[in-house]
């Protein structure tokens, strides 16, 4: 089985333009998350989706906006990048639900972002 | 308080020696843990998950949970200079599913 999938792997954006990135959970994942890792610290949540509802939000600002689709993918959009907007994005999925092991976290490859 | 602590710096271990990284975390209620392998430039990689108290073994890999004292470690028998890279505690909050990081423990086996 295919595991997290993301795109772009690698681009570079100018200061305030927007980006969208984008991510296919593992087959029979429901469940969608975003983070942003910045260099030397531990991912950042952004964002949680479960059967195409938002269920967290992290503390960034409303130029951070995702949505989760009917084939349970995901897109996670910035508006007026700035510099500080450069860091590694990683899509995570889960089965979701309320059991242990049904909310054990796996991670696609991550997009590399750029803001220049 | 940081919701995930793991203080120590850089940790260098002799191939096949035991390389022991630690962990501290704030959330009493807190019922998930993982442990996740990152190497440069890549993205974290599940190698562990632990719900109870005590150890949990997975080949070399033993994590150990102690929620009394809200303390996750792991360690790595026979260090293998591929077990270079930087290790990330995390901890599963319910509700918006999210994990909480660590600011991550680089581990560097010399040959």
């Known amino acids: 089985d295919a595991g997290v999938t993301q795109s772009p792997t690698h681009l570079i954006k100018t200061r305030g333009q927007h980006v969208t990135l984008r991510c296919s959970p593992i087959?029979?994942?429901?469940?969608v998350s975003w983070y942003q890792q910045v260099l030397g610290q531990g991912p950042q949540f952004i964002f949680q989706?479960?059967?195409?509802?938002?269920?967290g939000r992290g503390n960034f600002p409303d130029r951070f906006s995702a949505r989760q689709f009917p084939n349970y993918s995901s897109e996670l959009n910035v508006n007026a990048l700035l510099l500080g907007d450069s860091a590694l994005y990683l899509c995570?999925?889960?089965?979701?639900?309320?059991?242990?092991?049904?909310?054990?976290?796996?991670f696609g490859e991550g997009s590399w972002l750029t803001v220049v | 308080q940081k919701e995930v602590e793991q203080n120590s710096g850089p940790l260098s271990v002799p191939e096949g020696a035991i390389a022991s990284l630690n962990c501290t975390y704030s959330?009493?209620?807190?019922?998930?843990f993982f442990w996740y392998r990152q190497y440069s430039g890549k993205s974290p990689e599940l190698i562990m998950s632990?719900?109870?108290?005590g150890d949990k073994e997975d080949g070399r890999f033993t994590a150990q949970l102690n929620k009394a004292s809200q303390y996750v470690s792991l360690l790595i028998r026979d260090s293998q200079p591929s077990d270079s890279a930087t290790y990330l505690c995390?901890?599963?909050?319910?509700?918006?599913?999210?994990?909480?990081f660590g600011k991550g423990n680089q581990v560097v086996v010399i040959p």
């Open positions: 959330d009493r209620v807190s019922q998930s």
């Open positions: 632990i719900y109870s108290n």
């Open positions: 087959s029979g994942h429901k469940s």
């Open positions: 995570a999925s889960s089965l979701g639900g309320w059991s242990l092991t049904g909310n054990t976290i796996y």
């Open positions: 989706y479960y059967e195409k509802e938002e269920r």
């Open positions: 995390a901890v599963l909050y319910y509700g918006n599913n999210r994990l909480a």
